[in-house]
T-cell receptor, first 113, second 115 residues
Framework: GDSVTQMEGPVTLSEEAFLTINCTYTATGYPSLFWYVQYPGEGLQLLLKATKADDKGSNKGFEATYRKETTSFHLEKGSVQVSDSAVYFCALIRNTGGFKTIFGAGTRLFVKA | DAGVIQSPRHEVTEMGQEVTLRCKPISGHNSLFWYRQTMMRGLELLIYFNNNVPIDDSGMPEDRFSAKMPNASFSTLKIQPSEPRDSAVYFC?????????????FGPGTRLLVL
């Protein structure tokens, strides 16, 4: 069945460090892939998305590339800030052979000043 | 623009009581989703509607849970009777459904505690 696997957290980085959060998926057909961010006490906010193979989503310095050959959608940022501390969720949505929306378990990021 | 609105933001109730959660989707969106978030199970889709019609409720845990969408701007999720294991954060999300793989926009959630 469909699934999303994220690297376990928490991830602790110093300010200005490079960030990678790994995400791999299994799915029927060609899903759309998403990264959402959740700050304490809030809902999930869309960070970026990609809808087909080799697409790169980007927003606020974050990037992720839809890699069909490795079924991955890793999140990267070149220089993190304290304000990036949050929980990050990788997700897929597909509507081939039936509708499915699957979220990863989330990866908590702490950025130290 | 107003996002997805949920109420109440926090609910504390006693076991056996009825709980009703409310959601107003983004204006113009034609799909609405209810999710439950817990530490143990993460984020789970409970039910979704297209054009006010429930399409898939296979994620609803038990008959104690029910959801309605009487019009395009309002939906409810009801738990009756509530149990302590229902304690979770419940999110509503909406999207503008075209092919079914569109972005979902989330509300702030309702944090439910059943004592």
């Amino acid at each position: 069945g469909d699934s999303v696997t994220q690297m376990e957290g928490p991830v602790t980085l110093s300010e200005e460090a490079f960030l990678t959060i790994n995400c791999t998926y299994t799915a029927t057909g060609y899903p759309s892939l998403f990264w959402y961010v959740q700050y304490p006490g809030e809902g999930l906010q869309l960070l970026l998305k990609a809808t087909k193979a080799d697409d790169k989503g980007s927003n606020k310095g974050f990037e992720a590339t839809y890699r069909k050959e490795t079924t991955s959608f890793h999140l990267e940022k070149g220089s993190v800030q304290v304000s990036d501390s949050a929980v990050y969720f990788c997700a897929l949505i597909r509507n081939t052979g039936g509708f499915k929306t699957i979220f990863g378990a989330g990866t908590r990021l702490f950025v130290k000043a | 623009d107003a996002g997805v609105i949920q109420s109440p933001r926090h609910e504390v109730t006693e076991m056996g009581q009825e709980v009703t959660l409310r959601c107003k989707p983004i204006s113009g969106h034609n799909s609405l989703f209810w999710y439950r978030q817990t530490m143990m199970r993460g984020l789970e889709l409970l039910i979704y509607f297209n054009n006010n019609v429930p399409i898939d409720d296979s994620g609803m845990p038990e008959d104690r849970f029910s959801a309605k969408m009487p019009n395009a701007s309002f939906s409810t999720l009801k738990i009756q009777p509530s149990e302590p294991r229902d304690s979770a954060v419940y999110f509503c999300a909406s999207s503008s459904w075209a092919g079914g793989q569109e972005t979902q926009y989330f509300g702030p959630g309702t944090r439910l505690l059943v004592l």
